[in-house]
């Protein structure tokens, strides 16, 4: 008879050291402070990732995780395994050559799975290979680098395979003389290499935005220098300084501009009528450059317009300090000089249109930009994602901050101040449009005979809508321009025309 009351054997609650985990040792304890989970957050984020979670997806019944661990073991690094040889001495190699993590860019901490490699893509190649992780697939060929390897995690496990990153490259013992000799050589030519390609890449984008911009328009900077140096070798530019040789340019030189019925008005009258269709001429040229700025074209129509609407003027005004000096401007494709002082002589309010303009054209002229410059320039101008009505902001901001990069990095690498001078002279040309669009309304309400092209005037219309819904947020310090008033129109016009003009143009 069995002797129910004595038990079989003594119960006793179970240690955490009697429960046997599939996977090993190592890469439990480094699972406590691992920090560079793959997550689309910045570098410091924590998070809500439960360890028992993860835990979890390595054991239970039919798991596969001992055989993994079984499979990968020995671990990754040298220093987790004993030899006679101090611990970490690829590690302290790596930071003694100040060498970078093949895969982000980083601080390498060793030699890891076969390549240079900091200790977070350490951790996330050895979690995917042990875990089998498979991720999303991406077509982008994102560029992997410390500040935004974690946001994605199918290009960054591409790039450690292509780098050659193996669990079966692992290495055991100090890395010879010789080979960290060769291994210094290696990186520092690999870097030279990248450098020139990405420099190369930077170029070849630049040159297309500056061969639009010389087969767009019809007079550039390199073309005026030489015609106001007067080293040009053709006749010199007939000069306009007084009434008189006004009269005898409009018979020659733009003849055609003033053949509309208004040979008989004020000579003021005439300059305001040449001024608006070279103005119309310039946005024609502008929509086929911008055409060409690459991603442009893929952007949405509207957005297309937009853009146009709003940086055309912005654009006109930073080409047009390319013709000018400080005792006149070029006309007439070069063909005429008008001088300043004549300008200037022109009654009010038409003799307030051009000195702002030869005051921006002075401090823009003192940067000695080439016309490259001025091309990546006025197409980032073009492409200002902070425009009204925008579709698409983060793209057209992604394609601005790339300009800009060409421009930086591209034609003036060791111009370290010259950014914050180019984002200054974008916030004048701004003002200098606005003081514009305010003075041609003065215009148009006091002169009866100033007629403005209906294009020109739907793009003010425009950018007086927007200066009114800037009338209604929070008012600045200091004073502020009185409300302007709508222009009274010359002549009925159709809604959207400028849309539609614009929108034909980018169709094209």
Do not use: W
Request: aromatic share 6%.
């Amino acid at each position: 008879m069995v002797d129910t009351e004595s038990p079989i054997c003594s119960l006793f609650p179970l240690e955490a050291d009697d429960l046997e985990s599939p996977l090993s040792e190592e890469f439990l304890q480094e699972m406590g402070s691992i920090q560079d989970m793959s997550q689309p957050v910045g570098e410091d984020s924590s998070g809500s990732f439960s360890f028992a979670d993860y835990q979890y997806l390595g054991s239970g019944p039919g798991s596969e995780g001992s055989a993994i661990t079984d499979t990968l073991s020995p671990a990754s690094s040298p220093s987790s395994v004993s030899y006679p040889v101090a611990p970490g001495a690829d590690e302290a190699s790596s930071t003694a050559l100040n060498i970078e993590c093949r895969i982000c860019g980083d601080k390498a901490s060793g030699y890891h799975y076969g390549v240079h490699a900091c200790e977070g893509c350490k951790g996330f190649f050895r979690r995917t290979i042990r875990l089998k992780l498979a991720y999303d697939k991406c077509e982008r060929s994102c560029r992997i680098q410390k500040k935004n390897r974690n946001k994605c995690q199918y290009c960054r496990f591409h790039k450690c395979l292509s780098v050659g990153m193996s669990h079966n490259a692992i290495r055991f013992g100090r890395m010879p003389r010789s080979e960290k000799a060769k291994l210094k050589a290696e990186i520092l030519t690999c870097d030279h290499d990248v450098d020139d390609s990405e420099t190369a890449d930077l170029k070849s984008l630049a040159k297309q935005i500056y061969e639009a911009y010389l087969r767009n328009f019809n007079m550039n900077k390199a073309k005026a220098r030489v015609i106001l140096a007067g080293k040009a070798s053709n006749n010199p530019p007939f000069v306009i300084h007084d009434m008189e040789t006004l009269c005898m340019a409009e018979k020659t030189l733009v003849a055609k501009l003033v053949a509309n019925g208004i040979q008989n008005k004020e000579a003021e009258v005439r300059i305001f009528h040449c001024c608006q269709c070279t103005s119309v001429e310039t946005v024609t040229e502008l929509t086929e450059f911008a055409k060409a700025i690459p991603g442009f074209a893929g952007l949405d129509l509207n957005d297309q317009v937009t853009l146009l609407k709003y940086g055309v003027y912005e654009a006109i005004f930073a080409m047009l300090a390319s013709v000018m000096n400080k005792d006149g401007m070029l006309v007439a494709c070069g063909n005429g000089f008008i001088t300043r002082e004549f300008l200037k002589s022109l009654r009010k309010p038409f003799c307030d249109i051009m000195e702002p303009k030869f005051d921006f054209a002075m401090k823009f002229n003192a940067l000695e930009l080439d016309d490259s410059d001025i091309a990546l320039f006025v197409a980032a101008i073009i492409c200002c994602g902070d425009r009204p009505g925008l579709l698409h902001v983060g793209q057209i901001e992604k394609m601005q901050e790339g300009i800009v990069q060409l421009h930086l990095q591209g034609n003036h690498p060791d111009a370290a101040f010259l950014f914050p001078k180019l984002l200054q002279k974008m916030a004048d040309l701004r003002q200098l449009v606005t003081e514009h669009a305010q003075l041609v309304q003065v215009i148009k309400r006091t002169e009866a005979d100033a007629a403005l092209h209906p294009l020109l005037q739907e793009i003010y219309r425009d950018m007086r809508s927007c200066t009114a819904g800037s009338e209604a947020r929070p008012p600045r310090p200091g004073p502020r321009a009185p409300p302007i008033p709508p222009l009274p129109s010359s002549r009925p016009a159709a809604a959207g025309s400028v849309q539609r003009r614009l929108g034909e143009a980018c169709l094209a």
